[in-house]
């Protein structure tokens, strides 16, 4: 292939230039055609983006968490192991409605936790000020979303909707499975 096909053509570019140019090139068969997807990859490739944004979302999310208790030197981060577990999320939930007794919100741990009680009453001990409690009631509100019953719940690990593929040559296409467990073919 010459290499002034690839070249701008000289002078003033104009649309009918262009177009002149672009249909002798393909009366010549000298353009390569650009891949496009079908539609059900373009659809993978929007959920595989959109994953992507939400796991960013949810790190981003877990940081301020993580700020937001350091300033009210609440060290949950030292006993439990994931801020967004289940005792993690009763906590953090107690906080942004008000609760500031570190005996009442160590009572929200579960059993299973690793520390002793006296660690976790240790690390739920600290200075809460009203502004603390406004920024983190903001924060709250960002990071929790409504369920069916109206329980308010933390940010999901798996994002609004988990993924499966079935089918194959047999049909069936790519499913996607909502949070309610209904499923719809996409």
Not at 44 to 66: D, F, I, N, P
């Amino acid at each position: 292939m010459p290499n002034n096909l690839c070249a701008a053509p000289k002078g003033r570019k104009n649309d009918f230039r262009d177009a002149e140019r672009l249909r002798r090139r393909f009366l010549a068969g000298e353009l390569i055609l650009s891949f496009v997807p079908d539609a059900e990859q373009r659809a993978w490739r929007t959920l595989t983006r959109m994953k992507t944004r939400l796991a960013r979302h949810r790190a981003r999310l877990y940081s301020q968490v993580e700020d937001m208790l350091e300033e009210m030197r609440i060290k949950l981060c030292w006993v439990l192991s994931d801020l967004f577990g289940a005792s993690g999320l009763g906590i953090l939930q107690a906080l942004a409605k008000g609760e500031t007794d570190p005996k009442k919100l160590a009572a929200l741990g579960d059993d299973r936790l690793k520390c002793s009680d006296e660690q976790l009453l240790d690390a739920l001990t600290g200075n809460p000020q009203a502004t603390h409690r406004k920024g983190w009631g903001c924060i709250w509100t960002s990071c929790s979303g409504s369920t069916a019953n109206g329980q308010a719940q933390g940010p999901d690990r798996r994002g609004p909707e988990t993924v499966s593929r079935g089918g194959g040559a047999a049909g069936g296409g790519a499913r996607f499975r909502t949070r309610l467990g209904a499923a719809s073919d996409g």
